[in-house]
């Protein structure tokens, strides 16, 4: 009931704000041509994911053998709370008609729904056992509906990055700190294995910084 409430206010704010807007609307599709990077990007993902896949067991090991003390953050890195951040920024931007903000607002918004629906999907396709169940790390129920067995990719990482990558590449690269403090957050938690996570930050982050996106005019 509460998710349904804040959808519809959602809504109605959204639809709403555009009465303060006098021009007509254009939208255009914007494309990143700037590929520098991304062989390096990819071939440093790629190292990574297989790297901690095969280790997973040996990661998750360490980190309860350290023992660390973690408080639970997962209410506040809730997809919800993160989309409802990006909220606020993109009515801020609206009624202080900061262009550009308003356009990076609503790219994240873009992307963020775009890697959200393939990393949940991939979640039930592979149905991959959470570390906390305690049936390893090669453990793969494919289509399975349980939220125990969602455990690849991390969906909060996936979301943060794409939902944050914009911010970074367009701001401060310092916003990178905050999908990875979350990434993080999910293997001490022990809610995903490392290759979880670093597989839905790299998808997060791919999509975040190449996909194409609506460019929104008023």
Do not use: C
């Amino acid at each position: 009931m509460k998710n349904k409430f804040f959808l519809i206010l959602f809504l109605v704010l959204f639809l709403t704000s555009f009465s303060n807007i006098n021009s007509d609307l254009k939208i255009n599709i914007n494309v990143n041509d700037d590929y520098t990077f991304l062989k390096e990007e990819i071939f440093t993902f790629s190292s990574i994911s297989l790297g901690t896949f095969i280790f997973d067991e040996s990661i998750r090991n360490f980190n309860e053998s350290i023992n660390i003390k973690f408080p639970s953050i997962e209410s506040i890195t809730d997809e919800k709370v993160l989309l409802g951040g990006n909220s606020t920024i993109f009515f801020y931007s609206i009624f202080s008609k900061d262009k550009k903000l308003q356009r990076v607002s609503l790219e994240s918004f873009q992307k963020a729904f775009f890697a959200g629906s393939i990393a949940y999907a991939s979640k039930f396709f592979f149905g991959r056992a959470r570390p906390y169940l305690e049936l390893g790390h090669n453990n793969f129920d494919f289509f399975n509906f349980n939220y125990n067995f969602h455990s690849f990719p991390s969906g909060h990482s996936t979301v943060s990055w794409a939902l944050l990558t914009p911010y970074a590449e367009n701001y401060n690269k310092a916003f990178y700190i905050i999908p990875a403090f979350i990434s993080i957050s999910r293997i001490i938690e022990d809610k995903h294995w490392t290759s979880d996570v670093i597989i839905g930050s790299a998808l997060g982050f791919f999509i975040g910084k190449y996909l194409p996106y609506f460019e929104f005019s008023f």
